[in-house]
């Protein structure tokens, strides 16, 4: 993806060819505009559109103005945060996605955007810079994989883009933060719209090695044969039922000291949940090429992380496989013994991110001994149905890492929402024939699932987030999101601090 070269210039001069103007209700200038006192034309241009009721700085709404004054910038775009003293973190975000939206099939090559406001009160420069940098790159992202045939790409012609705020490390930073997170989206994006007839876990693997060899990350593929003989019998019967080979993929950042203990992100990977023998009902069911957003998230994390080089070691965890029915496939009532010698009846074939993901869990606190694992799966239908598809459940072994998790959701506005754990979930998962059932019933099961995971955490500090309702996007926008890739890296970078 094309990057977008980001600056900082308080000083409004004509060099630029576009200028993004934020603009209140009733046409008021907010006080990020004061430098406009140099440009009287552009200001009255503004008054004069509101008194004519062309723009009135309603929330999202944006007017493009071309050779706006004699002073000659060549486009104005006007773009409204509607009232100032009703402005959310939401209302702020859509505004500037319209705005990035209005830019994008113009010639606006060099921009100066103004739309750096400290409002709500709570938000820092810094904050807005970030938010920009990051909604104006991924403006750019594109699904152009081959098999879209005469789909016509984008080709942003959008260079550089400056802020009118001081160049201070932070605001540098931030900027540098939003676009690795746009960055970041794009790889899990693309990875997750990928079907699955591209999109298998050798690709994500390949994936992973690209990406470690661009970055300098260690990488290391464990493949069926040696998982079977490592005695990942879960994660395995989960496999049994494809001929596409499964893979663990491993991948390990190491930014910080080399004594310390890394932070471990384990994704799920299933590149197809037809449910297997406990099979999924046809509507939608292309969707289920989703089921590997934890692992693109895991991707996309990386490749933000390589891009900003923070000071913090990090692993990635992926197990990835199809689950499908077939002659060989596991079957309701079929019990299978977990690396970690847990043996697991298995009632439904369908809760089969949790079967992959305890042995993942197992083998990355075996061989990386990490101080933190969060966790990322599209793992339950429940956590839509509890939470909706505005925020990622969140459920954590140690309150102030939820706490942490919970904040950096809040930072990016990729938010989590906590949910409980308690024993008596846990009993839910009873079985008689097993040390544990794969299923807990039909009530709390974002948490029932959560709980089998917890059984396989010893004595770390873990987070798990369900992303089944954020992952992506259903209907006539149908797409992959990015998410959680802005929280996770955040996340991330505040542990550092
Ligand atoms: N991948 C699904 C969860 C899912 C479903 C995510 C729909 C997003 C949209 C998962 O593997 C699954 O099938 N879970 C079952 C669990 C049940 C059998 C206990 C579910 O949610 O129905
Ligand atoms: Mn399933
Ligand atoms: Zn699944």
Redesign the pocket.
Known sequence: MKRISFRFDTTYNSDYDSLIIPVFADGQLPQACAFLDTDSELANLVKDLNDSADFTGGSGKTLMVMQPSSASIKRLLLVGFGKEESLTAKSYLEAIKSAAGALENTGAIDVLNACVLVQPAERSSDWAVRHNAQVFQQNFYDYAHESRGEHKNKEPKLESMAFTVEATPTATFAAQQGQASALGMAVTQDLANMPSNFCTPAYLAETAIELGKTYGFETHILERAEMIEMGMGSFMSVAQGTDTPPKMICLSYKGGAADKAPIALVG?G?TF?T?GI?L?PGASMD??K??MGGAATVLGVFKALGELKPNINVVGVIPSTE?MPAGNAIKPGDVVTSLSGLTIEIL?T????RLILCDALTYAQQTYKPAKIVDM????????VALGKHVSGLLANNQPMADALLAAGEETYDRFWQLPLGEEWDEQLKSNFADMA???G?AG?TI??AQFLARFVKDVDWAHLDI??T?WVSGDKKGATGRPVPAVLQYLLNEIK
């Open positions: 799920k299933v949940d449910g406990s999924k969707e289920m989703y089921d689950n439904n369908d809760a089969e991110g799966a599209t793992l339950t239908g429940a956590c839509i794969n299923i807990g039909p099961g029932t699932a089944a309702g992952a």
